[in-house]
C-alpha cells in the first residue's frame, strides 16, 4: 500500500508566503529602529532651541535686523544670509548697528544662543527693548522655512 504524504495547507507554519514575511518583517522593524535612533542623535546634536528659532523667522520674515554675534572664525565658517556680523561683547557697536529706536526687531543668534543672552542684557541695560534670542545657527538652519 502506498503512503501519501499529506500537502501543507497553507497556512501551515513554515510554508508558502508565511514563511518570507517573518525575516523581511524584521528587516523592516529594523530599519526603522535605526532611522529613529539616527533622528534622536540628530536632534541631540543641534545646537540651539527649535522652538525659538522658528518664531526667530517669523520675525525676520517681517523684516527684523539680524545679527549674529559668534566669533569671526565661526561667522567666516558658515552664517545667515545678509546678518551682520557684530560679536556679542561689543556693545557699541550692537547699538550703533541697531540705531535710534530702542524698539527696532533685532533677531540675534550665535551657537548655542548664551552668547546672545548677555548681549541682550547688555543692550536692555541702554533701553533696547525689541531684542529676540533666535538660540544657535544649527536650529535655525534646521527650521528654516
Not at 527649535?50 to 545679527?67: K, M, S, Y
Not at 558658515?78 to 556693545?91: F, M, V
Request: net charge negative; hydrophobic share 40%; glycine share 10%.
Amino acid at each position: 500500500m502506498t503512503q501519501t504524504t499529506p500537502k501543507p495547507s497553507r497556512n501551515s507554519p513554515g510554508t508558502g508566503k508565511a514563511k518570507g514575511r517573518l525575516p523581511r518583517l524584521l528587516t523592516n522593524l529594523a530599519a526603522l529602529v535605526l532611522l529613529a535612533l539616527a533622528i534622536g542623535t540628530l536632534a541631540q546634536n543641534l545646537r540651539g532651541d527649535p522652538d525659538a528659532a522658528r518664531e526667530a523667522w517669523t520675525l525676520i520674515d517681517q523684516g527684523a535686523l539680524v545679527i549674529d554675534v559668534r566669533s569671526p572664525e565661526e561667522y567666516a565658517a558658515g552664517h545667515l544670509e545678509g546678518a551682520l556680523h557684530i560679536p556679542y561683547d561689543q556693545t557699541d557697536a550692537l547699538a550703533e548697528a541697531i540705531g535710534e529706536d530702542r524698539s527696532r526687531p533685532v533677531v540675534m543668534y550665535c551657537g548655542s544662543g548664551k552668547r546672545v543672552g548677555r548681549a541682550i542684557d547688555a543692550l536692555e541695560a541702554r533701553g533696547y527693548e525689541a531684542l529676540f534670542n533666535a538660540s544657535g545657527l544649527d536650529a535655525l538652519e534646521a527650521t528654516r522655512p
